[in-house]
C-alpha cells in the first residue's frame, strides 16, 4: 500500500527566506507524485508533478520539486517565498495502474511573516 | 470555462437528516471522487466513479451513498448513518483512472457541511 508522510504541521519562513517543505513516500511500484497548495476555504490547486523523467520538475509560482527515489522522497522548494503564499501543502502519491487514486498526506501549514 | 462545481458551499443541517452535495464536471473526465477534509488529517477518500453506472468504495465509506448517471454528475449523500458528518467536502475529476498512467486530478472548490 502507499502512504505519505509530511513531518511537523506547520512551517513558518520569512518572506524572501528559502521555502522547503518535506514528503517521503512509501510505494511498491514506480510512484507518480503530486504536490496541490490549498488557500482558506477553497479547493486544492495543482503545484506540480512527477510521472517519469526528468528527477526535477518546475511547477506554477516559481515552486520545485526533486524526486530521489534512493531517499524515497519529493521535497517542494521555492528561493524566495512571498506573503501570496501563505496556504496549505499537500504531497499526493499514486501508482501506476492505481486507477489514478491519490493517497495524500496530511498537509503543512505554511506562514510567511513580514 | 471549464472546471468542476460543487453546490452549495456552505450547507447545514439537523442531526438524523440525510442531505446530498452536488458535484458538476465539464472537463468530459471519466474518473470522479470524493474526499473529506478535517484538519489535521488530510484528504481521505470516500468514493470514486471510473465510469458511469459504476462507483467504487474509498477508504471511508461508511454512512455515504453515491450515484454516478451522468458523466458530467456525481452527487454525494451523507446519510443520517455517518457518525461525524461536519467536515469540508472535496469532489474531484481526472481524465481517466485505468492504464498504467496515473492522471492528476482537478478539484471543485468544496462544500462545507455543519451538523448540528
Known amino acids: 500500500a502507499q502512504s505519505v508522510t509530511q513531518l511537523g504541521s506547520h512551517v513558518s519562513v520569512s518572506e524572501g527566506a528559502l521555502v522547503l517543505l518535506r514528503c517521503n513516500y512509501s510505494?511498491?511500484?514506480?510512484?507518480?507524485l503530486f504536490w496541490y497548495v490549498q488557500y482558506p476555504n477553497q479547493g486544492l490547486q495543482l503545484l506540480l508533478k512527477?510521472?517519469?523523467?526528468?528527477?526535477l520538475v518546475k511547477g506554477i509560482n516559481g515552486f520545485e520539486a526533486e524526486f530521489k527515489k534512493s531517499e524515497t522522497s519529493f521535497h517542494l522548494t521555492k528561493p524566495s517565498a512571498h506573503m501570496s503564499d501563505a496556504a496549505e501543502y499537500f504531497c499526493?502519491?499514486?501508482?501506476?495502474?492505481?486507477?489514478?487514486?491519490?493517497?495524500f498526506g496530511k498537509g503543512i501549514t505554511l506562514s510567511v511573516r513580514p | 470555462d471549464g472546471g468542476i462545481t460543487q453546490s452549495p458551499k456552505y450547507l447545514f443541517r439537523k442531526e438524523g437528516q440525510n442531505v446530498t452535495l452536488s458535484c458538476e464536471q465539464n472537463?468530459?473526465?471519466?474518473?470522479m471522487y470524493w474526499y473529506r477534509q478535517d484538519p489535521g488529517q488530510g484528504l481521505r477518500l470516500i468514493y470514486y466513479?471510473?465510469?458511469?453506472?459504476?462507483?467504487q468504495k474509498g477508504d471511508i465509506a461508511e454512512g455515504y451513498s453515491v450515484s454516478r448517471e451522468k458523466k458530467e454528475s456525481f452527487p454525494l449523500t451523507v446519510t443520517s448513518a455517518q457518525k461525524n458528518p461536519t467536515a469540508f467536502y472535496l469532489c474531484?475529476?481526472?481524465?481517466?483512472?485505468?492504464?498504467?498512467?496515473?492522471?492528476?486530478?482537478?478539484f471543485g472548490p468544496g462544500t462545507r457541511l455543519t451538523v448540528t
Open positions: 472537463l468530459n473526465h471519466d474518473a
Open positions: 466513479s471510473q465510469i458511469v453506472n459504476d462507483f
Open positions: 510505494s511498491s511500484v514506480p510512484p507518480y
Open positions: 512527477y510521472t517519469t523523467g526528468a528527477t
Open positions: 499526493a502519491v499514486s501508482e501506476s495502474g492505481a486507477n489514478s487514486k491519490l493517497t
Open positions: 474531484a475529476s481526472s481524465i481517466k483512472a485505468s492504464g498504467i498512467y496515473s492522471y492528476e486530478q482537478y
